[in-house]
């Protein structure tokens, strides 16, 4: 009796490849034919996209009398060494099909120091494919490239003033504009930072899919930042508590000059007072992210939200397509 096993192969399925794969157990020669354990949501039939696992046992087939428990185990073992070189591949593909037929996502991601953003957006962007769109690292790219926008932001920063928002408006609009962005999809890092910043991207017509918020407790922000080190020599960065060095290099490694409580302390009260007037202007696509978690949490959390996004934008064109 295999019902133990499809019932474990299902449960695997499920969980490891996200409901996109078929699996049936082949019998030995002669014996009836049993049951496929088939997996695969409608939306993934209409893409055409379909994953079948066959096993069968070393000797080259699977008996129907195996003892249930015995041949549950072999075949979850069998099905795991199976199922987990192909993980990966199923889910960019699936993600890759429904991006497609949804359209080029568009998000904004916001969090205060220390949250863990720049982390989070490095992983964002490898597994979705976004433009990774960074207003400080476009304001140094316009200024070195010499263009109209960055030789009027260059003349404010050689003051010592902040660049107005017009400025960085238009050079945030024209790098949407350009082809990767439109035809990708973007994530602008860490912009807009004030209600100001929101009404003038608003007015350009520049509007996110999704606005994720990594939450971090204040407690936590200034004891992650205190708490970092560097390594000048390898430029290695350590945390006295998360990540500690090792002994041979604690000797030499420095910390920044604004890494101190005083300086965080700062750098949060002028966020917080900020952070609520940029978020009224996307509270309708607005998700919390908890930051407290591990990294690898945190990301799970973003990528849930990505995909459920896509999924019912996708669900939502397939109905408009067939209504």
């Known amino acids: 009796n295999l019902a133990c096993a499809f019932a474990l192969i299902s449960s695997l399925t499920l969980s490891r490849i996200d409901k996109c794969v ?12 049993l049951p496929a354990v088939a997996v695969q949501p409608a939306y993934m039939a209409a893409l055409g996209m379909q994953t079948q696992l066959s096993l069968r046992s070393p000797a080259g087939c699977i008996s129907p009398s195996i003892n249930s428990q015995k041949g549950a ?3 979850l073992l069998r099905a795991t060494r199976q199922l987990t070189p192909s993980l990966h591949h199923v889910r960019q593909q699936r993600r890759s099909c429904c991006a497609q037929a949804a359209g080029p996502l568009k998000v904004m991601i916001m969090g205060a120091p ?3 953003k720049g982390t989070q957006c490095e ?3 490898e597994e979705h494919s976004l433009v990774h769109i960074s207003v400080g690292d476009l304001l140094r790219a316009e ?12 003349e404010y920063m050689n003051n010592g ?3 107005p928002n017009e400025v960085v408006v238009d050079m945030v609009k024209n790098r949407l504009a350009q082809p990767d962005a439109v035809e990708k999809g973007w994530l602008l890092d860490g912009y807009p930072r004030s209600g100001e910043q929101a009404e003038a991207i608003e007015q350009a ?3 996110p899919d999704l606005f994720l918020l990594i939450n971090v407790p204040d407690e936590l922000l200034v004891e992650r930042v205190v708490g970092r080190r560097s390594d000048p020599e390898t430029g290695a960065i350590y945390h006295l508590k998360f990540r500690p060095p090792p002994e041979e290099v604690v000797h030499r490694l420095v910390q920044r000059s604004d890494d101190t409580e005083e300086m965080v302390v700062n750098r949060l009260q002028t966020y917080h007072s900020n952070v609520d007037s940029v978020l009224g202007y996307y509270q309708d696509i607005l998700v919390e992210i908890d930051g407290t978690k ?7 959390d973003i990528t849930t939200a990505l995909n459920k996004y896509v999924g019912e934008k996708f669900a939502a064109t397939e109905e408009a397509a067939t209504a």
Request: aromatic residues 2%; proline residues 4%; without cysteine.
């Open 22 to 33: 078929s699996v049936k157990v082949l019998p030995a020669a002669g014996a009836p034919d």
């Open 73 to 75: 185990k072999q075949l």
């Open 114 to 116: 220390a949250a863990g």
């Open 123 to 125: 992983k964002i962007v």
């Open 143 to 154: 200024v070195a490239a010499g263009t109209a926008a960055g030789a009027r932001a260059k």
């Open 161 to 163: 003033q902040l660049v």
């Open 205 to 207: 017509s520049i509007r």
């Open 294 to 300: 591990n990294m690898e949490s945190v990301y799970d």
